[in-house]
Each structure stands twice: as structure tokens, then as C-alpha cells.
């Protein structure tokens, strides 16, 4: 639906979409907005905030697809798109750039796990569109018949993406090892977290690639923490206050060449209240420092929210066989494996940063 009628004061310019709801734009966010003032090539402004005088709206006149507004004092006109005005409606609820809110799954999921076909993601646009949402949704993503040559992982990295590298290196291994420093390399099961919690930034995607599986056990296991977060936040209101907010140190060291620290809360919010990431990690965690009698409500609230965490009816379980790879949001699943033992057992690992899964989402959607 067009243009039926603007109008204006000094200040805000009202657009009426003719749907009955009448839109408002400040006159400076317009000024600052100007098409003239962004270069041919990119799009980019070519002018900072402060070159900017104070605006006042002095003219606006429509037909039903674009405003042509006057802004004072420079005497400039700006041409502005009807349907650009719509998306940036000021009071709209979904700004552009912003993604859907996560789609939080729990245990049942189980039954509806697929693994997509690396050959297929590598040459089918669609169905690598589509399990990038899928990834993007639920944060995680599984794909089968990688070549199970050692570095093939990055081969799924290159679908999307772009390696991230950490004090690991480019890849690390996941497998027993003779003397092992990191419970990776042993046996042992190892519990629900997130990788890397001591980094700052914290990687956003984690994969996992399996080369070898000729053990009994390994299995692995998911956990929705976004899920988790929410059920904290609606039965112990207490605990979730305390855990976004009392920060808690990470630490890796590694005597001589290593020691990364970070200090944050398990569970970070963003501006509006929305869980934005989790850092769990029981093997890199430190002796909370904090003043005695926070100490025994946060050890309270730790242990609500780890119990959660492990609880079987919040995970998805699955073995990871070669050729098979799993990829998740390091920010917002927990991945733990059981125990195992007897044969072989080599997976190998990277990271990499989640907006370009973003990027690349939104250059598939505009194809
Ligand atoms: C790890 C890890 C997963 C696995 O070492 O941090 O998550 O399946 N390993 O062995
Ligand atoms: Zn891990």
C-alpha cells in the first residue's frame, strides 16, 4: 500500500501508509539517513554524526512511493522510499539486521534428528540455505559423508564461514593420548559445557568432525542451554539473577607460552533481558571469588542450573561415526560426550565466528 499523506513539524515527519498507522521518523535520523549521503559503491556514509548541523524539517511532499523532505538549515532535499520508510518504521517490532528469535527444543527433538550430505550442502544452494537455518534456529547442525581425511573439517567451515584460530592452532584432536593434559584426550566422560570460556572474545561455532570411531561409548550429547536458561529463569528467578549477574573467572594455562582469562557471568544477557550467551565449563572454571554470603546463594543457584543442564529430558545423544560432523552456537549449546573404551576414537575440531553463518543466510536469501 503507497503513500496517502505526510506531515510535519520542525521535528518528526508523519507518514501515513494508508493502513490506518501512521508513522514517525525524526528528522535528523532522516537527515542521517539521506540516500545522498552514502557512497555509490558499498553504501557506506560518507560523513560522520558531527559534520551533521542540527536539522529542522522545513518541506515534505509525496506521491505514493517516495517523500521528498527539505531539511534545514543546509536547504538539502532527500528523496526517501516508501518501502525503506516501512521497514524503518520507528516504532516497528522487528528492526532489519536483527535475526529470529532462537527456536529453543529440548529432548524430543530427538526423533527428528537428520544428518545432511556434505556433497549436497557443497553443490545444492537450497539445502545449504536450509540447514544453515536450521543451524542458525536450534544452534546446532550435523552432516554426514565428510571425506574423513585429517583437515576435511575445514572443508565445512568453507561452506560458510571462515576459521578461527586459537591458541590450539588451526585444528585441535580429540582423541587418548599418553600422559594427556585436557580430559579431550583421555577416556573419561566429560560433562555438559562450552568451549573456551576463558577466551575473549569466546568462539562462536564449534565443530566436531569424526575420523575414527571403533570404541564402545563416545557418545555425544547436545543441550539447548538457551532452553535451560528460560526454565531457570521461570522456577528459580533467584538463581538466574544471580548467574547473569556475579561474574565468575575462566582460566587456561599453559606454563610458558599460554594464559588466557576471562571474567563474566554463566549467563549473559543482552540490553533487553534476552539470554545472549552461556559460558559452562566446570574444567576451566575458577575458585569463585566472591563475598561470603553471595558465595552460598551462588552455589546454590550453580548447581540448580547444572543440574538442569545435565538433566537427560534437556539433551539429544547421538554417535558420531566417521564421515559424521557436528556444529553448534559454542554460545548457546552444551556438548558433553560419555565415557568409552576399547578401540580407537579420533575426532578433530575447529571454530569459527557466527556472523559469517549470518552473512551467508542472508546472501542465499537474497539470491
Ligand atoms: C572436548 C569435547 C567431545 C568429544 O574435548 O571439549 O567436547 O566428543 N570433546 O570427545
Ligand atoms: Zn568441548
Redesign the pocket.
Known amino acids: 500500500m503507497g503513500i496517502v499523506e505526510v506531515y510535519h513539524d520542525q521535528k518528526w515527519l508523519n507518514v501515513n501508509f494508508g493502513d490506518g498507522s501512521v508513522a514517525r521518523f525524526l528528522g535528523s535520523w532522516l537527515r542521517d539517513n539521506i540516500p545522498a549521503g552514502r557512497h555509490r559503491g558499498g553504501g557506506q556514509r560518507t560523513f560522520d554524526i558531527n559534520s551533521m548541523p542540527e536539522v529542522t524539517l522545513t518541506g515534505a511532499c509525496h506521491d505514493s512511493e517516495t517523500v521528498t523532505v527539505s531539511f534545514g538549515p543546509e536547504g538539502l532535499d532527500g528523496e526517501f522510499d516508501a518501502a525503506w520508510l516501512r521497514q524503518h518504521d520507528l516504532a516497528g517490532s522487528m528492526a532489519s539486521g536483527t535475526s529470529p528469535p532462537p527456536t529453543l527444543w529440548a529432548s524430543d527433538i530427538q526423533g527428528s534428528l537428520e544428518f545432511a550430505d556434505y556433497e549436497a550442502l557443497a553443490t545444492d544452494p537450497g539445502q545449504l540455505h536450509d540447514w544453515l537455518v536450521h543451524l542458525r534456529d536450534y544452534g546446532f547442525g550435523l552432516v554426514e559423508k565428510v571425506p574423513t581425511a585429517p583437515g576435511s573439517i575445514t572443508k565445512v567451515v568453507d561452506l560458510f564461514g571462515y576459521l578461527r584460530q586459537t591458541n590450539y592452532g588451526d585444528l585441535f584432536e580429540?582423541r587418548d593420548e599418553p600422559d594427556p593434559a585436557?580430559?579431550?584426550n583421555t577416556r573419561l566422560g566429560?560433562g555438559m559445557?562450552t568451549?573456551n570460556p576463558y577466551r575473549d572474545p569466546v568462539p562462536g561455532l564449534q565443530f566436531?568432525h569424526c575420523l575414527v570411531n571403533e570404541s564402545d561409548g563416545?557418545d555425544?550429547q547436545l543441550c539447548d542451554g538457551f532452553a535451560v536458561v528460560e526454565r531457570l529463569r521461570v522456577e528459580d528467578p533467584a538463581a538466574f539473577e544471580l548467574l547473569s549477574s556475579q561474574a565468575v573467572n575462566f582460566r587456561f594455562l599453559d606454563e610458558g607460552s599460554t594464559d588466557l582469562q576471562a571474567s563474566v557471568p554463566l549467563i549473559q544477557l543482552d540490553t533487553n533481558g534476552r539470554v545472549a550467551g552461556i559460558r559452562y565449563n566446570s574444567r576451566s572454571i575458577q575458585a569463585f571469588e566472591m563475598p561470603p554470603d553471595v558465595m552460598a546463594e551462588y552455589y546454590r543457584a550453580y548447581r540448580v542450573f547444572g543440574e538442569m543442564l545435565h538433566d537427560p529430558l534437556a539433551r539429544i545423544g547421538f554417535r558420531l561415526d566417521p564421515g559424521q560432523l557436528m556444529v553448534f552456537d559454542n554460545q548457546r549449546v552444551l556438548?558433553?560426550?560419555s565415557a568409552y573404551e576399547h578401540g580407537e576414537r579420533h575426532?578433530q575440531g575447529c571454530y569459527a565466528d557466527k556472523d559469517a553463518l549470518h552473512s551467508r543466510i542472508r546472501v542465499l536469501d537474497a539470491v
Do not use: E, K, P, Q
Open positions: 580429540v585436557n580430559l579431550a566429560i559445557h568451549d566436531l563416545g555425544s556438548h558433553g560426550r575426532l
